[in-house]
């Protein structure tokens, strides 16, 4: 089994920056890929970037780059959510999702472990 920690979250005014930490523990070595999503309320799950440990390739969702960033330890322990110039619509709870298998994957459906998550609150 894999464990996922979501940590970082807050109450933020618009504007502010905001890291978020994903930390990784048990069996990791069969993980190929972690992602960040973030869900709001009656809303699905929706992708925002993942990692390809192997490669080490980092991916950012379109229509959050430039905004959030991927970072990580390399160690495969930690991965870091950068968020900037934080908008009301980027309220939700945030998680981290962490998938086996070959292909990277934006679908949160493939992705067996996930965090408990962790809530952003952007007001106004």
């Known amino acids: 089994q894999v464990q996922l920690a979501e940590s970082g979250g807050g109450r933020v005014q618009a504007g502010a920056s905001l890291t978020l930490a994903c930390t990784m523990s048990?069996?990791?070595?069969?993980?190929?890929?972690t992602g960040w999503f973030r869900q709001a309320p009656g809303k699905e799950r929706e992708f925002l970037g993942r990692?390809?440990?192997?490669?080490?390739?980092?991916y950012v969702a379109d229509f959050v780059r430039g905004r959030f960033m991927i970072s990580t330890d390399n160690a495969k322990n930690t991965l870091s959510l950068h968020m900037n110039d934080l908008e009301p619509g980027d309220t939700a709870t945030y998680y981290c999702g962490a998938k086996r298998g070959r292909n990277a994957s934006d679908n949160p459906d493939n992705y067996a472990f996930w965090g408990q998550g962790t809530q952003v609150t952007v007001s106004s």
């Open positions: 048990g069996r990791a070595s069969d993980i190929t890929s």
């Open positions: 990692i390809a440990w192997s490669a080490g390739h980092i």
